[in-house]
């Protein structure tokens, strides 16, 4: 069975520090998309990163295959970054991690 | 912009009850797809779609059954539902390419008492 890793489960920061958030992968993958939920609240799209790095505004994901690993780096974090960070592996079933919870503090 | 509707957003029955969630998308996307979150468990994959008519099997389908009976609709019965069963659905969709974004609707809190 496909299994997807996250780490850390959660993470606490002060506004305007950097996060970086670890995903792993029990399989080789190309197909890497990272997604962002409020509590409750629906998932968003962030990212799709099949290999290398990809950089969308504040986020920057980072994909290595032969590593089997995906990390997504959250620079000058803000308030309204807070909540949960997934990762997935995107084939023609669609694998999750359990999450990575974060907190941005004033 | 894409959209992915479920309803209803809230749902209470008792065990056994019937249940149907409803998902329309209006992206003309072939995929569609169905999960729960669970608090520990993350998304899992209860049933999916390749397009009208067809239906696969997910991760955890015991007690589910599912069907899309138009490109736009699928939909999720609980034929005779369990406090197990008391979650956050989650219906996506996307298109037949795996790098396009994936859609997610705002999601059904089903509580079975």
């Known amino acids: 069975e496909q299994q997807v890793q996250q780490s850390p489960a959660s993470l606490v920061l002060q506004e305007a520090e950097n996060a970086e958030l670890q995903c792993s992968f029990s399989?080789?993958?190309?197909?890497v998309q990272w997604f962002y939920q409020r509590p409750g609240g629906r998932l968003v799209s962030l990212l799709y990163?099949?290999?290398g790095t990809k950089q969308s505004g504040r986020l920057t994901s980072t994909t290595v295959i032969k590593e089997r690993r995906s990390s997504l780096h959250i620079s000058s974090s803000q308030i309204t970054d807070s909540g949960t960070y997934l990762c997935?592996?995107?084939?023609?079933?669609?694998?999750f991690g359990t999450g990575t919870s974060l907190l941005v503090d004033p | 912009e894409a959209a992915v509707t479920q309803s209803p957003r809230n749902k209470v029955t008792v065990t056994g009850g019937n249940v149907t969630l409803s998902c329309r998308q209006t992206?003309?996307?072939?995929?569609m797809y169905w999960y729960r979150q669970d608090t520990g468990h993350g998304l899992r994959l209860i049933h999916y779609?390749?397009?009208?008519?067809?239906?696969q099997i997910g991760d955890v389908p015991d007690g589910y059954k599912a069907t899309r009976t138009t490109q736009e609709d699928f939909f999720l019965l609980l034929e005779l539902a369990s406090p197990s069963q008391t979650s956050l659905y989650f219906c996506?969709?996307?298109?037949?390419?795996?790098?396009?974004?994936?859609?997610f609707g705002s999601g059904t809190r089903l509580t079975v008492l």
């Open positions: 996506a969709s996307r298109g037949r390419d795996s790098a396009e974004t994936l859609y």
């Open positions: 399989i080789f993958t190309n197909q």
């Open positions: 990163n099949p290999s």
């Open positions: 997935a592996f995107m084939g023609y079933k669609l694998t």
């Open positions: 992206n003309s996307h072939n995929y």
């Open positions: 779609s390749y397009g009208a008519g067809n239906l």
